[in-house]
Structures are given as C-alpha cells and as structure tokens.
C-alpha cells in the first residue's frame, strides 16, 4: 500500500548492488510512494551489480560515482540538480566495506591501511557527500539524509571489527553535520540502527546467520527486515517527520533496549546442560 509520502519529491540513493540491498529496497519503495531519483554506486560495483534492472524499473538515471571522491561527488551532485531541474529533497547513504574483516583480521591485528579505507568508505564519504551538498546547496529547506548504521557503534559485537568505529564515527558526523545543517539550511540528518541483515555487505561477515538468530530471539517485534527499513527511510525522508534531525533511530524490533529476552534465556540454559556446548561456551 502507498501513501504518496514523497510525492514530488527527488533524491539521491547510494548503494544498491543487488536486491538484497537495503538501498535497492528504498529506492523500490520511494518509488511506489511517488519519488524520483538518482542511483549510484562506484563504477566497479555496477559492473558487478543489476543497477541498470532498478534504474529500468523506476525510471531512474544512474550516476557512477565513488562517494570517496570529492570530484566524483561534486559532479553527481551537479548532474541530478542538472537532471531533475532544481533541488534535491532527500539523500540515502547505504555504503560500508571493511577490508579487515573480509580478510578475516582480527581487532587486535588490523591492517591500518584497511583500517583507513573502512574509515573512508564507510563513514567518512558520509561527510564528504554533506559537505558537498552544502557547498553547491543541492538540498531543499526541509530536505533529508539518512545513513545507515548498527548498534555496534555502541556495543562490541564478536566479529564485527573495524566496521564498529565506521558507525561510531558515521553517527557523530549525522550529529555535528546535523546541527551545522540544520541550524542554516533547516536540512535534517539521521542515521538509523537496523536489525543485522543479510545484505551482500551483511554477508561477508562471520557468524552473521547466528547473529541473526540471536538478535532475532532478543527483539519482542523480531528482526527488522530489509523491507521493513525502506519504510522507515521513506518516513524519514517525508514531511512527516520535518523536526526529527541529529538522531540514531533504532529500527530493531527493540533489541537495543533488551538485557535478555525468555526466548535467548531459554536457549542459553539448554547449551549449558549440553557437555560439549558448555565446552565451547568455556
């Protein structure tokens, strides 16, 4: 069902690779509730992603461009104000990649100049996109940015390595780009904690089919699906939510707010009376 949310409205969305993607899932549903945009996604990803089957199905231009780059970002910018006559209403960062933990490194032993490309892709090219929006003023009064994040920005999740201090330091910039922002151009800017979900990113992490479980037994509501996100972003993106800036929004069935849940409790004590799962556990 659609509400004609964001009707009129245009924007820009980084990050879809493939239909597992959150970023593939918003832009479907910014579509159905009437936006238009922009899709991008740096040119070697496209080559290996299905971009040009979204940008068919929703009628949207796609613009190759590394978010790490300054002049890459400046001619995207330039080209949609190009393209759709004017300003745009709303961003999606959808990007993260950590070469530490696909190669396995552990915290304790991280490669630092992996460690400075997760930085930069991840959280950096965050700032690097809102600087040079402000810089060419490519957002309409009102307009919103939305960056996707984990909880990991504020616990210390086995496996989940580096990628953690790229949340940390993605939702300081939403804070301290959202005051500057907000205060001049009335632009709101947010990221939103989701439910560990297997995207291709979300995939290439160790564990993450237990972590999913896990979380899953934790939350009262369950996981928020991929789904589920995209209509939040939607909401995040529309007028409805004009005075919400500068915030972490958990979208996690209320699994950051859990210590145990009857479900997790119930499993624990099962493996403790298993010889060779307390082993493990030990």
Known sequence: MSYNLLKGKTGIIFGALNNQSIAWKVAEKAYAEGARFVLTNTPIALRFGELNELAEATGSLVIPADATSLTDLEMLFAKSMEHFGGKIDFVLHSIGMSLNVRKDRPYDDLDYSFLM????????????????????????????VVGLSYIAAQRTLFRYNDMADAKAALESIARSFGYIY?????????TISQSPTMTTAGSGVKGIDDLIDFTDRMSPLGNATAEECADYCVTLFSDLTRKVTMQNLYHDGGFSSMGMSERAMHTYSRSLNCEECREKLD
């Open 117 to 144: 490309k997760t930085m930069d892709i991840s959280a950096f090219s965050f700032h690097k996109m809102l600087q040079t929006a402000k810089k060419l003023d490519a957002l309409n009064e009102w307009g919103s």
């Open 182 to 190: 907000g205060r001049e151009k009335h632009v709101r800017i947010n």
